[in-house]
């Protein structure tokens, strides 16, 4: 059989290249090798967003964006986390095992505090949630970044916990880092991140995709000045969609020197227009018949309640809570 793959992604407004070539790329790909479960983790963002139209409209579009940008409900598992309601009892069930000693020492509540969102008891109780979101479909592998590989290992934790004091219940969920997927900077060369307001957008106008492109930070030196391809952010971008000779044509400019930075973003700009287009088109349908993209969630949640409910069948037993 298949191995499951687990991958979730907040509803949190327009998508961009780091969430492409950081997550949705690999999802897609995942399509063909494994048995792909990918979720719009609406419940999660109740954390940061309390307003019920907003949600709404933010849960609609990133599904049209995840289903533009690839992922195929005939291949995969596609679903709302809300929609399926198996795991917010799961989470409780879970909490009641979870030490506050544990819970105190994730540094992603800590890091979200800092960074000004409100502390919540949903914002410290987020990795419970997400290792029900894991262990209610009985995942084998989760595609982390380092920031959540410690939300996986509470996963592992309370998963071993719970089969060790009721019986083999949970398979234990295995990460998965790949190593050599680099950092995508985002146009001031930190992370790309909604939170540093410095992201390339996939899905926006053509004006703003390209005023994006062009505010790309560079270092000062013109275009006849020798330049380091290793140190520049459009270079590192231009990486993820450049063919190996084109990478040495451009490698081979910079360090000889007469390519200006505005040259090599407009091969970029270029280079995503490209890339992008399918998608957008795709994109615009979907969001033209929202009633098809309605459908295709309900299915996929109906799928998945199958499966939790099987989960959750042999939590209620062991726990005495069938009676």
Known sequence: MKKRVLSGIQPSGKLHLG???GMIKRMVEYQGQADLFCFIANLHSLTTIQDAEILKKLT???????LALGIDPEKSHFWVQSDVPEVTE???????????????RAHSYKDKIAKGIQPSLGLFNYPVLMAADILLIQADLVPVGKDQKQHLEMTRDLASKFNHHCGETFVIPEPDIQKDLAIIPGTDGQKMSKSYNNTIPIFGSEKEIKKAVMSIVTDS?????PKDPESCNVFALYKHFATA????????GYKKGGMGYGDAKKKLLEKIKIHFTPYQEKRADLAAHPK???????????KVSSISLK????VREKTGLSH
Request: charge should be negative; hydrophobic fraction near 50%.
């Open 19 to 21: 969430n492409y070539f």
């Open 60 to 66: 609609l579009e990133a599904a049209i964006d995840l």
């Open 90 to 104: 799961l989470a409780w069930i879970l909490s009641n095992i979870s030490s506050m000693g544990m819970m105190e």
């Open 221 to 225: 030196k013109g275009v006849e000045e």
């Open 245 to 252: 000779a084109e990478l040495k044509e451009m490698e081979a």
């Open 292 to 302: 098809k993209v309605e459908a295709i969630l309900e299915a996929g949640a109906k």
């Open 311 to 314: 989960t959750l069948k042999k």
